[in-house]
């Protein structure tokens, strides 16, 4: 069993690998960080997360404010409701805005002030709702302003953009704005009125940029531009990971990735050992060949190479079987689809797994475990109904089948039925009793449960659960894993750090572990360089590990090295499997690219570790 994410993003790694990031298969746990939150909200340095999903460039915003109002978190913190109001009066304090002095002053005072009463005529007719006749105004006011006036200048622009956007004309809008942010660079209302006419003008790039800078100069203090910003991350990612994933080439896993996804089934033909039957142990030579297979037969040998770890031959050996339409042709099919899910190609494993729910001949537990891993790409694919309803089939066509449960009760807390995933898991452990994982994980759901509804004695009864279980199954990793993300969340960092230990003591070639460990150090001790140092173990260990590259790259923004914290997240949008998850770090990285734009463009950077 794997120690990995925690239990929220269960089913989606489970049984379809690769969906999260890091091990992620074994244990069913993926696409979670530390404490049972979404991997975009990992605690970096402080056990600040993120405020929202895609905004990398946003993490270190709570530190600040965690400094400011004295350790008191988001008290007095973000303006959820905070409205800009337009037109105004004067643009932001900017130098050289007071009147002149000197030979001509009157002159130029007069002009200023024909130049403010069009103004000031222009904003009645704007709150009267007559743009048109506010846009002639706002003009008027533009030609009499001397060109010296930048502060003023810029606010007359950025007046008539606001009239300009009530008539929905985008292109001049981001024209007037340009203009008051060429007079005034830090500008934060024509900035992000620039920002929203871009996003109507579908320019997502510049609306990024834009926003990018509005977010800094404003402390991450405003929820509107926040959310401006996550919207259009998110956007820029599934656009790049549609056509990116559309031509990825498919890449296996590590050899430790595969087997811990296929230790989280148990009632699964497929990854079994070969049977007598099916080997014959007199061809093994003296120096240690590997095992003939008796009969001519792909699916055999594709079950050869799984014991061997040649997972390269695998699908096409079950391609042959299949094409002859041999002895194991539904074997073949749900092995071949299991790599395909492996690799990332949900399109074509999933009519092998049609194939195979629909062989009504076929054994009852090839079926079933084709349900679990097609009901687990269809929520990985965000289609919960259907995933539903293939979990529902398995329960009825195999209900002695302790896999069916064990992953629905996954899927029930991605979905927030904690009661029903707990049915599922007792269920689970009913049919095996044995089964440390299923018991772990309940443990864990029953936490969650109570951290989320803020019950302090239902967390106790869950940490003391999550005792029972090591005590009972000490040898399973998932158990101290899941332990240690509850006892962060609780701050016992130092115990949580000792159950991490005794996860890499289990398991020394499990990345994932490295990289929770590694966030702890972050978390508790601030100790960067520890952390740092535990996240390349993990790299190093497994190289493909996404995990480790996105947390990296995460830290790297954190530290102000941007370009290094973009060749991470690339690293691990080569790595990712799914579509959704590549989208993610695509958001992440375009965070990045931002932050050193907006760098470049007006010297704006969030402070760094």
């Known amino acids: 069993m794997a120690a990995s994410k925690p239990v929220e993003a269960a089913v989606v790694a489970a049984a379809v690998?690769?969906?999260?990031?890091?091990?992620?298969?074994?244990?069913?746990?993926?696409?979670?960080?530390?404490?049972?939150?979404?991997?975009?909200?990992?605690a970096l340095a402080v056990g600040a997360p993120l405020l929202l999903g895609a905004g990398a460039m946003y993490l270190?915003?709570?530190?600040?404010?965690?400094?400011?109002?004295?350790?008191?978190?988001?008290?007095?913190?973000?303006?959820?409701?905070?409205?800009?109001k337009t037109p105004e009066g004067r643009a932001s304090p900017a130098p050289g805005s007071g009147h002149p002095e000197g030979p001509g002053a009157h002159l130029e005072m007069n002009s200023l002030d024909r130049a403010q009463a069009a103004?000031?005529?222009?904003?009645?007719?704007?709150?009267?709702?007559?743009?048109?006749?506010?846009?002639?105004?706002?003009?008027?006011?533009?030609?009499l302003c001397p060109t010296e006036k930048n502060v003023d200048l810029s606010t007359f622009y950025q007046n008539r953009a606001a009239a300009f956007e009530q008539l929905q004309k985008w292109k001049e809008v981001a024209q007037d704005c340009t203009k008051a942010v060429e007079l005034n660079p830090k500008y934060v209302k024509a900035l992000f009125r620039r920002a929203k006419a871009h996003e109507k003008l579908d320019n997502k790039k510049?609306?990024?940029?834009?926003?990018?800078?509005?977010?800094?100069?404003?402390?991450?203090?405003?929820?509107?531009?926040?959310?401006?910003?996550?919207?259009?991350?998110?956007?820029l990612g599934k656009e790049k990971a549609k056509e990116k994933y559309k031509n990825r080439e498919p890449?296996?896993?590590?050899?430790?990735?595969?087997?811990?996804?296929?230790?989280?089934?148990?009632?699964?033909?497929?990854?079994?050992?070969m049977l007598k039957g099916?080997?014959?142990?007199?061809?093994?030579?003296?120096?240690?060949?590997?095992?003939?297979?008796?009969?001519?037969?792909?699916?055999?040998?594709?079950?050869?190479?799984?014991?061997?770890?040649?997972?390269?031959?695998?699908?096409?050996?079950?391609?042959?079987?299949?094409?002859?339409?041999?002895?194991?042709?539904?074997?073949?099919?749900?092995?071949?689809?299991?790599?395909?899910?492996?690799?990332?190609?949900?399109?074509?494993?999933?009519?092998?797994?049609?194939?195979?729910?629909?062989?009504?001949?076929?054994n009852v537990k090839l079926r079933a475990n084709a349900l679990i891993k097609r009901g687990s790409m269809y929520m990985q694919q965000q289609q919960p109904l259907l995933s539903t309803q293939d979990f529902n089939m398995a329960a009825d066509i195999d209900p002695q089948n302790a896999d069916v449960y064990h992953h629905r009760g996954q899927l029930k807390i991605l979905l927030d039925q904690v009661e029903e995933a707990v049915a599922d898991f007792d269920e689970c452990i009913r049919l095996r009793p044995e089964s440390a994982l299923a018991q772990a994980q309940k443990c864990f759901a029953l936490y969650r449960q109570a951290y989320t509804g803020n019950n302090s004695s239902q967390i106790q009864a869950a940490m003391k659960g999550f005792e029972e279980v090591i005590k009972k199954f000490p040898r399973c990793a998932e158990g101290y894993a899941l332990y240690a993300q509850a006892l962060t969340d609780?701050?016992?960092?130092?115990?949580?750090?000792?159950?991490?230990?005794?996860?890499?003591?289990?398991?020394?070639?499990?990345?994932?572990?490295?990289?929770?460990?590694?966030?702890?150090?972050?978390?508790?001790?601030?100790?960067?360089?520890?952390?740092?140092?535990?996240?390349?173990k993990a790299i190093e260990i497994d190289n493909k590990c996404d995990f480790a590259y996105e947390t990296m790259g995460t830290i790297e923004?954190?530290?102000?090295?941007?370009?290094?914290?973009?060749?991470?997240?690339?690293?691990?949008?080569?790595?990712?499997?799914?579509?959704?998850?590549?989208?993610?770090?695509y958001s992440l990285c375009d965070a990045a690219h931002a932050q050193t734009e907006v760098a470049k463009k007006y010297g704006l950077k969030p402070p760094t570790l």
């Open 17 to 42: 690998p690769g969906s999260g990031s890091g091990v992620g298969g074994g244990s069913a746990t993926a696409g979670s960080g530390t404490g049972g939150l979404p991997r975009w909200q990992l």
């Open 60 to 84: 270190w915003s709570r530190q600040r404010r965690r400094r400011e109002t004295g350790g008191r978190g988001d008290a007095g913190g973000l303006k959820r409701n905070s409205e800009r």
């Open 119 to 143: 103004k000031n005529k222009g904003n009645k007719y704007f709150k009267a709702g007559k743009y048109e006749q506010a846009i002639q105004c706002y003009t008027e006011a533009i030609s």
């Open 206 to 235: 510049e609306c990024l940029e834009d926003v990018t800078a509005v977010c800094i100069l404003e402390g991450f203090q405003n929820q509107q531009s926040m959310l401006l910003a996550d919207k259009v991350l998110k956007l």
């Open 251 to 273: 890449l296996m896993p590590s050899p430790q990735f595969i087997k811990s996804y296929f230790s989280s089934f148990t009632d699964d033909i497929i990854s079994q050992p």
């Open 278 to 362: 099916e080997k014959s142990d007199e061809d093994k030579d003296k120096e240690g060949e590997a095992l003939e297979v008796k009969e001519n037969s792909g699916y055999l040998k594709a079950k050869q190479y799984m014991e061997e770890e040649n997972y390269d031959k695998i699908i096409s050996e079950c391609s042959k079987e299949i094409d002859a339409q041999g002895k194991y042709m539904a074997e073949a099919l749900l092995l071949r689809a299991t790599f395909y899910l492996l690799i990332g190609n949900a399109n074509a494993a999933k009519p092998d797994l049609d194939k195979v729910i629909s062989l009504k001949e076929a």
């Open 490 to 536: 609780q701050q016992q960092f130092g115990k949580a750090d000792e159950m991490y230990d005794k996860c890499i003591d289990l398991e020394p070639d499990n990345a994932t572990t490295y990289v929770h460990k590694g966030l702890l150090q972050l978390q508790w001790k601030q100790d960067l360089d520890r952390g740092l140092e535990l996240i390349s």
């Open 557 to 585: 923004v954190q530290r102000g090295n941007m370009e290094k914290a973009i060749d991470m997240f690339n690293k691990a949008i080569n790595l990712a499997k799914s579509e959704m998850e590549m989208a993610h770090l």
